[in-house]
């Protein structure tokens, strides 16, 4: 069975750091895409960052320069470095976990952990 697990989630100040962490398991971590995506209330689910089987990495305009994906496929896990956190950072975070095999997308999420920037 396919668990990801995040943790690192919290209340901190604008201007402040996060770092979020999701642990995988049942799966062959080092094969797969793993993105972090955020979801605020009343809009969309959007992806901040990726980073590929190949550590190639992706983000978003608006995190640019403040967060860093990063992955440890020894430990099956993947993080993100949130930096000089803003009012509008605020959302739940969700790891995926995405590879295509024989042309069938596999899919998996984590149960999300909340993130709130406020003074």
């Known amino acids: 069975q396919v668990q990801l697990v995040e943790s690192g989630g919290g209340l901190v100040q604008p201007g402040g750091s996060l770092r979020l962490s999701c642990a995988a398991s049942?799966?062959?971590?080092?094969?797969?895409?793993m993105g972090w995506y955020r979801q605020a209330p009343g809009k969309q689910r959007e992806l901040v960052a990726e980073i590929t089987s190949g550590s190639v990495t992706n983000y978003v305009d608006s995190v640019k320069g403040r967060f860093t994906i990063s992955r440890d496929n020894a430990k099956n896990t993947v993080y993100l470095q949130m930096n000089s956190l803003k009012p509008e950072d605020t959302a739940v975070y969700y790891c995926?976990?995405?590879?295509?095999?024989?042309?069938?997308?596999?899919?998996?999420w984590g149960q999300g952990t909340q993130v709130t920037v406020s003074s």
């Open positions: 995926n976990a995405d590879r295509t095999i024989a042309g069938i997308g596999i899919n998996y």
């Open positions: 049942g799966l062959i971590f080092r094969m797969y895409r």
